[in-house]
């Protein structure tokens, strides 16, 4: 890749002024100028000085009133299936270039290239010629983020005749070499964090914050490798503003601690004699295990760190704002150290939550199943980068970024609603039902909130009936929870519970939470679920994951039903549901022309 091809050359144009131009820029090459018609060759030392040619001189250096153009010497027959990306914007996202990629075929591989610029390369290698074709036609030139990118082919040994695309469908097959954070920043030893750092910063140091023109926060980005967002225009004369840093953690510390360091300055030069803490701002979802039972975590980490932490009550949570603010006190160095235990101890209930996420990832074709902010981000939900939508008028910033968007999905988490197009099982049973969830006896203050509040918000946000039954005993060790209400109802009441004794520390940071869901079925369906030998309910428990069971020998209610057990954690429960519906669902329909075959005869004419 040390040979060059010169395009847009003037006729008058001649090697010596081609070496001349070289020379001025002090680009060096390694055999004479060969000039044609229109264009030109000439071969570099090696492939450094061949990139730096390209950047230094296409698009930007005349002679003889025509720009010249300048990528790297492809023949024919080796213009197939890789190409060359120049000039991506230095703090693109891995996630985006691979979402844009991703659109014009199957990337086999996608690698960095090592520059003296501060954009980035990479060099990617599509299944088929035809998709690189249309990936260099679609995106030399194509704007992003004011970066115009600049696409050519580069020589692809392998190629002889074209090759068929893999698979037939657009998207990704497996990878090149991993790359780790922004492009521009080459192998970094620590994939960057899914969880990005939000801190709250007085609205009166944020100028401080970003410098003249942006120098001060372009050279934090720069020296700890972050994308910083300044969210200044969120929560109008608010006193505070939040900040979202995305990077390494140990970039995210690193980030951090400079911009205390601003603000401690700044309070000295503006005679301010209060303490300024650092305020981070954390999922609700991750609070109680960063609290730990009894507060045992958040104790240790104000005993190792020396400071003083303090968490926003939970009154403070709206619909739309489901962060809690986590106030840190204590001098600089004692506040960076928290910081990092603090969002360890948060990524790693991130961490937790997701893996428990991705076992069942595909469980429920069509819904949203970010809906509920179990899983805020949800990082392996296969989102797309660049569908971002921020959050109603009034509300803080989300997680931009923690995942890809807001909350992981389209729309705001409180907010979010199964999709339209659901599975079948969903667009079909619109219908209400009623689950029986057994919880925790326990758990049932945390459920029902302080004078209702909980379960009264629940039932607003989910559009379902939710009450707790009575105990049948006095030491009962479990409650039940009757909700009623069609599937989305369902979908996002259980969800929510799931997620409240998750985060109330009812089940340990590492366990799952697993709760038994009574249905009701009519007795006439109840064969159907079980299957001929026990074949359906076996397929059922191996398809969901959940503990399927039909107690034998019931007898059926006044309404001529009886119960099914589903035991399992949410997404398993949520399937199994679902499956059973509609296989009642299906029963029912075979049913009808045999009630209507029964009706009054039809008289016919002759």
């Not at 920043?185 to 023109?213: N, Y």
């Amino acid at each position: 890749m040390n040979k060059l091809y010169i395009g847009n050359v003037s006729e008058q144009a001649s090697a010596l002024d081609l070496e001349s131009i070289f020379e001025q820029w002090k680009i060096p090459f390694s055999a004479p100028f060969l000039v044609k018609s229109g264009y030109a060759f000439v071969d570099c030392p090696d492939e450094k000085v061949a990139m730096r040619a390209i950047d230094t001189l296409s698009g930007k250096v005349e002679l003889h009133g025509k720009v010249l153009e300048v990528e790297h010497s492809v023949p024919k027959r080796q213009r197939s299936c890789k190409l060359q990306i120049r000039n991506i914007p230095p703090h693109m996202q891995w996630e985006v270039l691979d979402g844009l990629l991703a659109q014009y075929g199957t990337v086999e591989s996608c690698e960095q290239v090592n520059t003296d610029t501060e954009t980035a390369v990479v060099n990617v290698r599509y299944a088929a010629k035809d998709q690189a074709r249309e990936a260099l036609d679609k995106l030399n030139g194509f704007l992003m983020e004011n970066y115009a990118l600049k696409v050519s082919y580069i020589p692809d040994e392998t190629a002889t005749a074209d090759t068929p695309a893999v698979g037939g469908r657009r998207g990704f097959n497996s990878r090149g070499p991993p790359r780790q954070g922004s492009p521009n920043l080459g192998a970094r030893p620590k994939l960057q964090s899914d969880v990005p750092l939000r801190i709250l910063v007085p609205t009166q140091f944020v100028g401080a914050i970003i410098g003249k023109e942006g120098a001060t926060i372009r050279n934090i980005t720069k020296q700890t490798h972050s994308k910083i967002d300044i969210h200044r225009k969120e929560n109008a004369g608010a006193a505070e503003k939040p900040i979202t840093v995305h990077s390494t953690p140990e970039g995210c510390s690193s980030a951090c601690r400079n911009i205390m360091e601003i603000m401690q300055k700044e309070a000295i030069d503006t005679k301010i004699t209060e303490e300024i803490p650092l305020k981070i701002l954390a999922h609700n979802n991750f609070v109680g295990r960063l609290i730990g039972k009894e507060g045992r975590n958040l104790k240790k980490i104000e005993q190792d760190t020396d400071t003083k932490i303090t968490i926003s009550p939970l009154q403070d949570l709206t619909l739309y704002n489901p962060e809690r603010t986590i106030t840190v006190k204590g001098t600089l160095d004692a506040c960076s150290k928290a910081e990092e235990e603090v969002m360890k101890k948060i990524r790693e209930s991130y961490e937790n939550d997701v893996a428990a996420m991705h076992l069942q990832s595909n469980l429920i074709p069509g819904l949203n199943l970010n809906a509920l902010g179990i899983f805020p981000g949800a990082a392996g939900g296969g989102m797309s980068p660049s569908v971002v939508s921020g959050p109603p008028p009034g509300a803080q910033a989300g997680y931009q970024s923690f995942g890809c968007s807001v909350f992981g999905s389209e729309v705001p988490f409180w907010a979010s609603t199964l999709s339209s197009s659901s599975s079948t099982a969903f667009s079909s049973q619109m219908e209400s039902e009623t689950v029986h969830l057994f919880i925790p006896a326990l758990a049932v203050g945390a459920i029902i909130g302080k004078q209702g509040q909980h379960i009264k918000q629940l039932s607003r946000f989910a559009g379902a009936s939710i009450k707790i039954a009575p105990a049948d005993e006095v030491d009962a060790k479990q409650r039940m929870v009757i909700i009623i209400g069609p599937p989305e109802a369902q979908f996002k009441a259980q969800g929510r519970i799931f997620g409240k004794l998750k985060e109330e520390n009812f089940f340990g940071p590492k366990e799952e939470v697993k709760l038994e869901a009574h249905i009701k079925v009519p007795s006439f369906a109840a064969g159907r679920v079980i299957g001929k030998g026990g074949k359906t309910v076996n397929e059922l428990q191996n398809l969901t994951s959940a503990e399927v069971v039909v107690p034998r020998d019931q007898t059926p209610d006044e309404n001529d039903q009886v119960v099914v057990k589903i035991t399992g954690h949410f997404y398993a429960s949520q399937l199994a549901q679902r499956k059973i519906q509609e296989i009642i669902s299906q029963v029912r329909r075979q049913q009808q022309p045999k009630a209507s075959a029964t009706g009054p005869p039809v008289t016919r004419r002759k």
